[in-house]
């Protein structure tokens, strides 16, 4: 039984590091919050102190964290992870960081002789729970092959997007189209029912229709359409609004540096900016952005 460390388990990792113990993997997990860690061990990790005792006997290292400034703090460095592991250890980070970033922490690993791979990942929390996550990897075919069947347990489809950094690129296209179709689908749920439609009876019409797409079919944004998602909850848990904004600024910068044109990516940053610009609204999951274009109670 190949044993791993994961490092990072919030609404994302946890369900992850979950999945990897019901396939069988013995888990050393660590978190910084000690409140998410228990739970981990609730659903079979293994606690550590420490990142660097997470690793001390693991045969892969699974991270996932939400920025690449704790994605370098982890790994590189005379204190980072990647000086602590032993050469055959596999390193797989599932974070959505800057490509660069990626790479940086990639050719690094190969440095000493650690083969490591980008695989962030799509789909939310409800399918982090249930193991049918999409992970898209950037690294060597070998390196991709050695990961495989741990990204298996997590997750329903593999993709290999090209060398290193691939991984984060094509997460962040995904992304900044999630945050279009989202918004749009927000906005066009909220005509129809400043105009007197049952939002519910709208959603079926546009899902059998050429409107149809994942936020609309999977991850409904108008509160009581859809049972299980966030906006039937009054938004919480989830892909929060400032990770989606963070992916936004990551798909902007990596737009800049190819000289691309991203009109559409630009103003959903723009929008989400102004739906999150308070405490309260950048914790609420991203589909909240309904609440952009619906009336005050009264109007």
């Not at 910084?32 to 001390?56: F, H, M, P, R, Y």
């Not at 966030?230 to 902007?252: C, Q, R, W």
């Not at 691309?260 to 959903?268: E, F, K, N």
């Amino acid at each position: 039984m190949k044993k791993v460390a994961f490092i990072g388990l919030g609404n994302m990792g946890g369900p992850m590091a979950a999945n990897l113990v019901k396939a069988g993997y013995s888990v050393t997990a660590f978190d910084l919050s000690q409140t998410i860690l228990e739970s981990a061990v609730t659903n079979g990790c293994v606690k550590a102190d420490s990142a660097l005792a997470a690793i001390e006997h693991a045969d892969v290292v699974v991270s996932m964290l939400p920025s690449g400034e704790a994605v370098r703090a982890l790994y590189l460095g005379v204190h980072g992870l990647i000086q602590a592991m032993r050469p055959e250890v596999l390193l797989i980070d599932c974070s959505t960081i800057a490509a660069n970033d990626a790479r940086q922490v990639i050719a690094a690993a190969g440095e000493r002789g650690i083969a490591a791979v980008d695989a962030p990942v799509s789909g939310g929390t409800a399918a982090a729970a249930a193991g049918t996550l999409s992970f898209m990897c950037g690294g060597e075919e070998a390196a991709i092959a050695s990961a495989r069947p741990i990204l298996e347990a997590m997750g329903a489809n593999i993709f290999h997007a090209g060398p290193a950094g691939s991984g984060q690129v094509a997460k962040i296209c995904n992304n900044m189209l999630l945050a279009i179709h989202m918004i749009g689908t927000a906005e066009a749920l909220q005509l129809g029912v400043d105009n007197g439609l049952d939002p519910a009876v709208l959603s079926e019409i546009m899902c059998a229709s050429s409107g149809g797409n994942w936020s609309l079919e999977k991850y409904n944004p108008y509160p009581g359409v859809m049972q299980g998602v966030p906006a039937s909850h009054e938004y919480t848990g989830g892909f929060s609004v400032a990770l989606m904004l963070k992916d936004l600024g990551l798909a902007m910068d990596t737009a800049a540096g190819s000289a691309s044109s991203t009109p559409l990516g630009a103003l959903a940053k723009n929008l989400y900016q102004l739906h999150g610009g308070d405490a309260v609204n950048s914790a609420l999951d991203f589909s909240s952005i309904q609440n952009l274009f619906r009336r005050p109670v009264g109007d």
